[in-house]
């Protein structure tokens, strides 16, 4: 992912192309995952993550893949940290021990 880019977070696709394209509502969502909806709406609002457990029951529940919504949550954290300038300066590589072998 560009770094110019946004990185979509996994709820804002389960808000905008499920619930508000397909007319699902919280409760519907929250009933079919059985997850309670404070789980729902932290979800979608951006609150809370996609875990593999839910990556599994969104999958199920919306014929698509696990990973495509554990990639979708990978993307969106990389994204963030890029965006957050992680402070490397006093890391060290390790890289050329591993050229040796």
């Given at each position: 992912m560009t770094e110019n880019r946004r990185a979509v977070?996994?709820?804002?696709?389960?808000?905008?192309?499920?619930?508000?394209?397909f007319k699902v509502s919280a409760d519907e969502l929250a009933q079919a995952l059985?997850?309670?909806?404070y789980r729902v709406?932290?979800?979608?609002?951006?609150?809370s993550k996609?875990?593999?457990e839910l990556a599994v029951k969104?999958?199920?529940v919306l014929d698509t893949?696990?990973?495509f919504w554990l990639n979708l949550q990978h993307s969106h954290d990389l994204a963030t940290m890029h965006s957050l300038n992680v402070d490397t300066t006093?890391?060290?590589?390790?890289?050329?021990?591993?050229?040796?072998?």
């Open positions: 977070h996994p709820g804002e696709i389960i808000l905008e192309e499920m619930m508000r394209g059985d997850i309670p909806r709406h932290a979800l979608v609002t951006g609150a996609v875990t593999p969104l999958g199920y893949t696990p990973e006093s890391l060290t590589k390790l890289s050329h021990k591993l050229d040796k072998q």
